[in-house]
C-alpha cells in the first residue's frame, strides 16, 4: 500500500476554481491507479476522479466531466484534481485514493486512503 497526503484545500466562490493535490509515499515504485472521492455532510462517499498510472486513462462523474480534470506527475508521486467552475453542490470533503492493482471507480476497490481535505464552495 502507498501512505496518501492531501493538501490544497479551502473556501472558494462559486464560479472560481480550486486545485488540490496528494502525495504519495511508501510502496511508490509499484504502478497503481490514483484518483478522487468526495463526501459531503449526510451523504455516501461518491466517485469523483481517477486517472492510471501511465495517465493514459482518466475517467470522471457526470456531475464534474468538462469542469474538473485529473492529472498526474509520477516523478513526483503526486495526483492533481483541477477543479473550475465550482458549484456550492462541489462543496464536500475531498479524498485521495490509490491502488496497485486495478483502476477503480468504486470505493472499495481502493485499498490505501488519505485523510481528506475540506473544499467549500459559498454561492
Known amino acids: 500500500q502507498v501512505q496518501l497526503v492531501e493538501s490544497g484545500g479551502g473556501l472558494v466562490q462559486a464560479g472560481g476554481s480550486l486545485r488540490i493535490s496528494c502525495a504519495a509515499s511508501?510502496?511508490?515504485?509499484?504502478?497503481?491507479?490514483m484518483g478522487w472521492f468526495r463526501q459531503a455532510p449526510g451523504k455516501e462517499r461518491e466517485f469523483v476522479a481517477v486517472?492510471?498510472?501511465?495517465?493514459?486513462?482518466?475517467y470522471y462523474a457526470s456531475s464534474v466531466k468538462g469542469r474538473f480534470t485529473i492529472s498526474r506527475d509520477n516523478a513526483k508521486n503526486t495526483v492533481y484534481l483541477q477543479m473550475n467552475s465550482l458549484k456550492p453542490e462541489d462543496t464536500a470533503v475531498y479524498y485521495c485514493?490509490?491502488?496497485?492493482?486495478?483502476?477503480?471507480?468504486?470505493?472499495?476497490?481502493?485499498?490505501?486512503w488519505g485523510q481528506g481535505t475540506q473544499v467549500t464552495v459559498s454561492s
Open positions: 485514493a490509490a491502488d496497485e492493482k486495478r483502476i477503480f471507480t468504486t470505493a472499495r476497490l481502493a485499498g490505501s
Open positions: 486517472i492510471s498510472w501511465s495517465a493514459g486513462s482518466t
Open positions: 511508501g510502496r511508490t515504485a509499484s504502478p497503481y491507479a
